[in-house]
């Protein structure tokens, strides 16, 4: 690293960055956590310093482990945007107040989304989909019609 970039890099990254040593180490140093979660570090498992076959691939153009977030195929591109229409119509149903626009996640969250557009060719029953949405408040109301919209 040049010496006039190093200057624009609090310590801790600068070490982290250039030092060759055991990275669980050099957090639990910085942030001065107790001696208990320093005596059951293995080193085979620990850091890609500390075992080598731990460490990246190139990365070529590809984000490994959802750095950027979840990306869709097309199919469940697809999926979302049918099951977004399918809510968009749903919300103002279960919302009557004309005061009140709701939008897509008043009535499900984004997170129930993703998964119902990632899970939607194995979701064949009720069962499914109750596990695929976990805790929806309109399952009970809404959940045939769902069903059979996915």
Not at 33 to 55: A, R
Not at 97 to 124: C, E, G, R, W
Request: aromatic share 12%.
């Amino acid at each position: 690293m040049l010496p006039e970039h190093q200057g624009k890099l609090p310590n801790f990254w600068y070490i982290l960055a250039n030092e060759h040593g055991c990275l669980r180490i050099q957090f639990l140093d910085h942030f001065d956590e107790p001696q208990e979660f320093w005596i059951h570090i293995q080193k085979d498992c620990c850091c890609s310093n500390c075992n080598p076959k731990l460490q990246l691939s190139k990365l070529d153009n590809h984000y490994l482990y959802g750095e950027c977030g979840n990306s869709l195929n097309a199919r469940c591109k697809k999926v979302l945007e049918l099951i977004t229409t399918w809510v968009e119509n749903q919300a103002s149903v279960a919302f009557p107040n004309p005061l009140f626009k709701p939008t897509v996640y008043s009535f499900i969250s984004a997170d129930q989304l993703m998964q119902l557009a990632k899970d939607a060719h194995v979701i064949m029953n009720l069962d499914k989909l109750h596990k695929a949405l976990g805790s929806w408040c309109f399952f009970q109301t809404h959940s045939p019609e769902l069903l059979v919209n996915l």
